[in-house]
């Protein structure tokens, strides 16, 4: 071994071991919380939007956990919700009525689309958990009777949360802000060193990293994070060797074609396998569970809600949302841009209408740009990889010039 | 320098055997159950046609949705790829390529240099596609072949609202006991048809001059029913269902050379 450089085996395993233990969690995220739970008697909240403000929940001595729904087929749900509804909402209450939550003390509903809205009520009335929150954001995220009602709104929040869960001081909340800003830090470095050398890590785990961010406690995920960011830097600067993850397969015939991703929830880890095999790679993202999570840091002040509030405010707008001052458009060009991707996945849920509202404006950017796209539509639960590695290869060919 | 094509579908599997751009031979069987044997068949059925051995062959590109299961092809093309090179082969100023298989659906739009700008895909649904009309044809106990010129003997096409295959067909069966005529049922069949593939055409959008591709462009009742609907006339080459494999053959071609 020459000098400088590390171990060979040595980086492989570590990466091994970090992935195949994100691969657990992303399987099984509900296996977590409950050991959790056992470990130390704290209560488990499940919430489905990046919204939720989870450094309160967490302050409160509480475990946070996402709900993003899974690939099932329905059962209970379909007496509930129409099949109109996305899957997120139907598979995710589904889980509920089955008691595949049973781990949840209680849920942390945001509001952000109609489904959500409605599927909070019908939670809060079958689901049978002993907590019920909603929190209802401003849907224009501009203008400052919104801002301040969003204030007003998270401090709410947190006395009503507090009734249940236990009061929250400053102090606490001051730390938890601390440790949720990290992770937000951290991410953001796993996301830059992917735009550096997207081969470094490959896009299904770097989302699965994300995933599991809103699965475990996020100071075990902030260590967590450290140790992969080291091994990713060592790769980077040429002591390690590429990127040999239980997950990677077959060897590099040429340089992957650099894809952005667009869409809401993104756990389809075999989706995104694909594309890597098919020879492209989601080098940077706008997904709900992906880089959404990242960046955006609540800055640090006397008052803590004050600090939520604005990193909820200044963070990326979910399309959901609305701004007349903050164009989607121009600011998925600009990171688009910025990330060196020279093509466009949107990856949407069937019957997500703030996402198909907003794809025929995006879309027309992109194509003024001359930035080729392909929009796959899914439903948890009836994904045909085989279907959509048509598309993908074929827009890959498209961009080689086949 | 001889090369090959071959399209594995859904419903037939194709072979196109080139030699510097002339075409030597072709093959057409069914594609049946096993997807990887029935490439190997076409490919064998092509190659004693020509009167050549797998040796003889410099390179075979494989596309249609069985390309990933084959073992004995170089390289592996999409179809949409695929369909896109061989129609721009034989109409060099198709600028829309409607494909419409055994299985699915598609609408490229095509470059001059024949490489595609966009496309869209229907897969989810078999409405409008081989499989459709063979269900329909089952329901009016009539020859899938026949179809197309037995529809134009209409003169008021029955309305069938469904695109969906399982309920256009007791639509069909309803029709059917109300004594409508059967050439008025299969010809309102086409234009429900025709009025799906058309969503799909104007989200691409088309350009003319439109080629269509594919088993189903044989029936020549959807070919004049889409005319209609999109007010241009199609272009159908002598072998639709053959363009896919054709292109294949092309794009080994150039690659073989290359």
Redesign the interface.
């Given at each position: 071994m020459r000098k400088g450089r590390v171990d060979k085996d040595e980086v492989s395993r570590l990466s091994v071991d970090v992935l195949s233990r994100l691969q657990d969690l992303t399987g099984d995220p509900y296996s977590y919380a409950r050991a959790w739970k056992g470990r130390t008697g704290g209560k488990v909240m499940g919430f489905y939007c990046h919204y939720a403000p989870e450094e309160i929940i967490h302050a409160a001595g509480a475990l946070p956990v996402r709900i993003t729904g899974e690939n099932r087929v329905i059962s209970d749900s379909g007496a509930h919700l129409q099949s109109y509804c996305c899957s997120l909402a139907r598979t995710g209450l589904d889980m509920a009525l089955g008691g595949d939550l049973d781990v949840l003390d209680g849920t942390v509903f945001v509001h952000t689309c109609d489904t959500m809205q409605r599927l909070s009520d019908i939670w809060r009335l079958d689901a049978g958990f002993d907590a019920h929150f909603d929190v209802v954001l401003p849907g224009r995220m501009e203008g400052d009777s919104s801002r301040e009602y969003l204030y007003q709104e998270l401090g709410s929040f947190r006395d009503r949360t507090g009734e249940y869960l236990g009061p929250v001081d400053d102090e606490a909340l001051k730390r938890s802000i601390g440790i949720h800003n990290r992770n937000r830090v951290l991410l953001e470095e796993m996301y830059r060193l992917r735009r550096q050398d997207p081969g470094v890590l490959p896009s299904d785990e770097v989302l699965m990293v994300v995933a599991a961010s809103a699965i475990m406690d996020k100071e075990e995920h902030n260590a967590l994070l450290e140790e992969l960011l080291g091994t990713l830097e060592t790769r980077l600067s040429g002591g390690g060797p590429p990127p040999q993850s239980s997950l990677c397969k077959g060897e590099e015939k040429e340089e992957k074609i650099r894809l952005f991703g667009i869409g809401s929830v993104m756990d389809q880890w075999e989706f995104l396998r694909m594309v890597e095999d098919a020879g492209g790679t989601i080098v940077d993202d706008d997904f709900c569970t992906g880089h959404r999570c990242a960046g955006a840091v609540a800055p640090e002040g006397p008052d803590p809600i004050e600090s939520i509030t604005a990193r909820i405010w200044d963070g990326a707008l979910c399309p959901c949302k609305h701004a007349m001052s903050r164009d989607r458009a121009g600011y998925l060009l600009e990171r688009i841009t910025g990330s060196g991707a020279k093509g466009v996945l949107f990856f949407q849920f069937k019957f997500c209408e703030p996402h198909a509202f907003d794809y025929p404006h995006v879309k027309k950017a992109l194509d003024e740009h001359g930035i080729?796209s392909l929009h796959l539509e899914i439903e948890q639960g009836s994904v045909s990889i085989?279907?959509l590695?048509?598309?993908v290869?074929?827009l890959l060919?498209?961009m080689r010039?086949? | 320098m001889t090369v090959a094509g071959v399209d594995i579908g859904s419903n037939t599997a194709k072979a196109v055997i080139m030699d510097n751009g002339d075409i030597l031979a072709t093959s057409l069987i069914m594609t049946g159950h096993q997807s990887r044997l029935a490439g190997r068949r076409a490919l064998d059925l092509a190659l004693r046609e020509a009167g050549l051995e797998e040796g003889d062959i410099a390179l075979i590109v494989a596309t249609g949705?069985g390309r990933?299961t084959t073992d004995f092809t170089d390289q592996k093309?999409?179809?949409?790829?695929c369909h896109a090179k061989g129609a721009h082969s034989v109409q060099p100023e198709a600028r829309t390529v409607i494909d419409l298989g055994g299985q699915d659906s598609k609408v490229i739009a095509v470059g001059e240099n024949g490489?595609?700008?966009?496309?869209v895909?229907n897969?989810?649904c078999a409405a409008g596609t081989g499989r459709f009309l063979e269900v329909m044809a089952a329901a009016l106990e009539i020859e899938l072949d026949n179809m197309g010129e037995v529809s134009l003997e209409s003169e008021s096409p029955a309305s069938i609202s469904s695109v969906c295959t399982v309920f256009a067909e007791s639509e069909v069966v309803s029709r059917v006991a109300e004594g409508t005529n059967k050439m008025d049922i299969v010809a309102g069949i086409h234009q429900a048809i025709a009025s799906r593939i058309y969503a799909m055409t104007v989200r691409v959008p088309f350009k003319e001059k439109v080629i269509m591709t594919g088993g189903v462009a044989r029936n020549i009742g959807v070919v004049r029913a889409l005319e209609k609907r999109l007010e241009t006339s199609l272009v159908v080459p002598e072998m639709p269902q053959h363009m896919g494999a054709l292109g294949a053959a092309i794009?080994a071609e150039e690659r073989a050379g290359a």
């Amino acid at each position: 071994m020459r000098k400088g450089r590390v171990d060979k085996d040595e980086v492989s395993r570590l990466s091994v071991d970090v992935l195949s233990r994100l691969q657990d969690l992303t399987g099984d995220p509900y296996s977590y919380a409950r050991a959790w739970k056992g470990r130390t008697g704290g209560k488990v909240m499940g919430f489905y939007c990046h919204y939720a403000p989870e450094e309160i929940i967490h302050a409160a001595g509480a475990l946070p956990v996402r709900i993003t729904g899974e690939n099932r087929v329905i059962s209970d749900s379909g007496a509930h919700l129409q099949s109109y509804c996305c899957s997120l909402a139907r598979t995710g209450l589904d889980m509920a009525l089955g008691g595949d939550l049973d781990v949840l003390d209680g849920t942390v509903f945001v509001h952000t689309c109609d489904t959500m809205q409605r599927l909070s009520d019908i939670w809060r009335l079958d689901a049978g958990f002993d907590a019920h929150f909603d929190v209802v954001l401003p849907g224009r995220m501009e203008g400052d009777s919104s801002r301040e009602y969003l204030y007003q709104e998270l401090g709410s929040f947190r006395d009503r949360t507090g009734e249940y869960l236990g009061p929250v001081d400053d102090e606490a909340l001051k730390r938890s802000i601390g440790i949720h800003n990290r992770n937000r830090v951290l991410l953001e470095e796993m996301y830059r060193l992917r735009r550096q050398d997207p081969g470094v890590l490959p896009s299904d785990e770097v989302l699965m990293v994300v995933a599991a961010s809103a699965i475990m406690d996020k100071e075990e995920h902030n260590a967590l994070l450290e140790e992969l960011l080291g091994t990713l830097e060592t790769r980077l600067s040429g002591g390690g060797p590429p990127p040999q993850s239980s997950l990677c397969k077959g060897e590099e015939k040429e340089e992957k074609i650099r894809l952005f991703g667009i869409g809401s929830v993104m756990d389809q880890w075999e989706f995104l396998r694909m594309v890597e095999d098919a020879g492209g790679t989601i080098v940077d993202d706008d997904f709900c569970t992906g880089h959404r999570c990242a960046g955006a840091v609540a800055p640090e002040g006397p008052d803590p809600i004050e600090s939520i509030t604005a990193r909820i405010w200044d963070g990326a707008l979910c399309p959901c949302k609305h701004a007349m001052s903050r164009d989607r458009a121009g600011y998925l060009l600009e990171r688009i841009t910025g990330s060196g991707a020279k093509g466009v996945l949107f990856f949407q849920f069937k019957f997500c209408e703030p996402h198909a509202f907003d794809y025929p404006h995006v879309k027309k950017a992109l194509d003024e740009h001359g930035i080729p796209s392909l929009h796959l539509e899914i439903e948890q639960g009836s994904v045909s990889i085989p279907r959509l590695r048509t598309r993908v290869e074929a827009l890959l060919e498209t961009m080689r010039g086949a | 320098m001889t090369v090959a094509g071959v399209d594995i579908g859904s419903n037939t599997a194709k072979a196109v055997i080139m030699d510097n751009g002339d075409i030597l031979a072709t093959s057409l069987i069914m594609t049946g159950h096993q997807s990887r044997l029935a490439g190997r068949r076409a490919l064998d059925l092509a190659l004693r046609e020509a009167g050549l051995e797998e040796g003889d062959i410099a390179l075979i590109v494989a596309t249609g949705y069985g390309r990933l299961t084959t073992d004995f092809t170089d390289q592996k093309v999409t179809e949409i790829t695929c369909h896109a090179k061989g129609a721009h082969s034989v109409q060099p100023e198709a600028r829309t390529v409607i494909d419409l298989g055994g299985q699915d659906s598609k609408v490229i739009a095509v470059g001059e240099n024949g490489k595609v700008v966009d496309f869209v895909m229907n897969d989810k649904c078999a409405a409008g596609t081989g499989r459709f009309l063979e269900v329909m044809a089952a329901a009016l106990e009539i020859e899938l072949d026949n179809m197309g010129e037995v529809s134009l003997e209409s003169e008021s096409p029955a309305s069938i609202s469904s695109v969906c295959t399982v309920f256009a067909e007791s639509e069909v069966v309803s029709r059917v006991a109300e004594g409508t005529n059967k050439m008025d049922i299969v010809a309102g069949i086409h234009q429900a048809i025709a009025s799906r593939i058309y969503a799909m055409t104007v989200r691409v959008p088309f350009k003319e001059k439109v080629i269509m591709t594919g088993g189903v462009a044989r029936n020549i009742g959807v070919v004049r029913a889409l005319e209609k609907r999109l007010e241009t006339s199609l272009v159908v080459p002598e072998m639709p269902q053959h363009m896919g494999a054709l292109g294949a053959a092309i794009i080994a071609e150039e690659r073989a050379g290359a």
